[in-house]
């Protein structure tokens, strides 16, 4: 199926053509003809699926159509539409989509999140908007000052559910909720359905639909994923020759800590590779500053932790680098979905210490594959798990002689 055959409206269809698509993904093809007619959705989907214009799309359309809104040259509009998103970079990230392609037509977004001055967003509340985009916190905040009314609104996005649970903003939602109308149409999305997000799910959508599109503990097919079986205090001098010899040209990397995340950046950028670290301690300013410049190629690394996993869209992203494994199994396939998105291939590569080691058999029982393991001028031959002693410290057993295997037959190519 094209995008021409799904009965979108010209403008729509100009924009996604514009942007390089002609094909809708499967959770486009399944959700948009949904929400054109009405209903309720609840989609299950991982990130990178195309979720955003899924919504985005219909929403612009619906709301185009509709009579309802006084057009003229400073009317006072009311919120028709309000999608909430667990983090900054996502809501930024759907606002963006939402002017890419609702460009052609007489409807006005803005989008509202923390971490910066609240003066401007209240400047294109007052102008009047037909959809707002926002973070739970902020909103929550401009409803108590008088600045939101959502007594109008008649679509409500509710993206990355589980994420909202994870990030502690579930209560915030719910006293969002109560302030909607009764009857409105609401589309639910959430990677995985936890038992406190499925219930929430229960009581907001009316007779859904439902969309799933891969089970969420599985990875995205055309994802090359290796794994590094080195020490710790190696990892800095692999992630080097990566960059410099082995045909990463540009990446994600991923820490467990912002210190780790500025630490790497550092060590990268004395040695002359470009690179920015983006964490929960960074302004937003700074945040948007280093996602723009990898965005545009200024940078060629952008370190992160896992604030950014499910809140970054980088088009064509080649390479995600996993310099630590990641405590939860299930955010590995969020931190890897980063890459290998809108059928492009991608490579996942992790590096594995000893303590690590149970971190990666849990994410390889998630998945239900076994990560190929490949092999570095560094690499630990049978490496074994980090020893737990009773003074609860972890001591890694010394590993037997090494040996180097060589890296340069081990090039990545440029997908």
């Not at 990892?235 to 045909?247: A, H, I, P, S, W």
Request: hydrophobic share 40%; charged share 25%; net charge positive.
């Amino acid at each position: 199926m094209q995008f021409k055959e799904m009965n979108l409206i010209a403008p729509l269809l100009d924009a996604v053509q514009t942007a390089g698509y002609e094909n809708p993904t499967p959770i486009q093809e399944l959700t948009i003809p949904l929400v054109l007619c009405g209903k309720d959705v609840l989609g299950c989907a991982q990130t990178g699926t195309g979720k955003t214009a899924a919504f985005s799309l219909p929403i612009l359309q619906l709301l185009n159509d509709s009579a309802k809104t006084d057009r003229s040259p400073g009317a006072m509009r009311p919120i028709r539409s309000l999608i909430l998103a667990p983090t900054r970079e996502l809501a930024i990230q759907i606002h963006e989509n939402l002017m890419q392609y609702g460009k052609k037509l007489p409807l006005r977004s803005a989008v509202v999140f923390g971490g910066v001055s609240q003066v401007n967003q209240v400047k294109a509340l007052k102008v009047g908007i037909d959809i707002l985009v926002a973070t739970p916190g902020r909103l929550c905040d401009l409803i108590k000052q008088g600045f939101v009314k959502l007594n109008s609104v008649e679509i409500f996005v509710l993206d990355e559910a589980d994420r909202m649970l994870d990030m502690g903003f579930i209560h915030d939602v719910k006293r969002i909720i109560t302030l909607l109308p009764r009857q409105k149409q609401t589309l639910f999305f959430s990677a995985t359905l936890p038992a406190e997000v499925e219930s929430l799910a229960t009581k907001l959508l009316r007779n859904p639909e439902t969309v799933k599109i891969v089970p969420p503990t599985k990875t995205v097919d055309r994802i090359n994923q290796f794994v590094y079986m080195v020490d710790k205090s190696k990892k800095n001098e692999l992630l080097m020759d990566l960059l410099n010899n082995q045909g990463v040209y540009s990446a994600l990397v991923f820490t467990r800590t912002k210190h780790g995340a500025d630490h790497v950046a550092r060590h990268l950028e004395k040695n002359n590779i470009k690179s920015m670290a983006i964490h929960g301690n960074k302004s937003q300013v700074a945040r948007q500053n280093a996602l723009n410049a990898f965005k545009k190629g200024k940078i060629n690394v952008l370190v992160a932790t896992d604030i950014a996993a499910r809140g970054i869209d980088i088009a064509e992203l080649p390479f995600v680098i996993n310099y630590n494994i990641s405590e939860e199994a299930e955010t590995y396939i969020h931190r890897i979905g980063r890459t290998g998105r809108a059928g492009a291939v991608g490579v996942a590569i992790s590096f594995c210490s000893s303590e690590e080691m149970s971190n990666l058999r849990n994410i390889e029982r998630l998945i239900q594959k076994t990560i190929p393991v490949k092999e570095c001028a560094w690499t630990v031959p049978n490496m074994s798990p980090a020893v737990k002693e009773t003074s609860n410290r972890f001591i890694p057993r010394r590993p037997s002689k090494r040996t180097n295997k060589g890296g340069r037959s081990n090039n990545f190519r440029r997908p």
